[in-house]
Nanobody, 121 residues
Framework: QVQLVESGGGVVQTGGSLRLSCVASGRSFRRYSIGWFRQAPGKEREFVAGYNWAGGTTRYANSVKGRFTFVKDDAKNTVFLQMNNLKPEDTATYYC??????????????WGQGTLVTVSS
């Protein structure tokens, strides 16, 4: 079984920064494909950024490129999402998802509980 625990959300003004963390437990973290999705009120969940173990690549949604940075720290079983120059449209609940088998699919079988990010204008 895999458990994911997110933290780091909060309220920030436009242009500010936050760093989200997701700690994983349960299986060998090194092989994980893992990433961040977000869901705003009334909208569908959307991909933000993530690492694909099978391909060895990190991907970003176009809307966050140049502002968000994804980091995977295997020593700490943790991934981080550094979010800079935040905008009101970044307001959402951010979820960490993972596939411990390292597949290329974004259809992660495991999810955390989410952490709320609110960007005020």
């Amino acid at each position: 079984q895999v458990q994911l625990v997110e933290s780091g959300g909060g309220v920030v003004q436009t242009g500010g920064s936050l760093r989200l963390s997701c700690v994983a437990s349960g299986r060998s973290f090194r092989r994980y494909s893992i990433g961040w999705f977000r869901q705003a009120p009334g909208k569908e969940r959307e991909f933000v950024a993530g690492y694909n173990w099978a391909g060895g690549t990190t991907r970003y949604a176009n809307s966050v490129k140049g502002r968000f940075t994804f980091v995977k720290d295997d020593a700490k079983n943790t991934v981080f999402l550094q979010m800079n120059n935040l905008k009101p449209e970044d307001t959402a609940t951010y979820y960490c998802g993972a596939d411990p088998d390292g597949s290329t699919s974004l259809n992660y079988p495991y999810w955390g509980q989410g952490t709320l990010v609110t960007v005020s204008s």
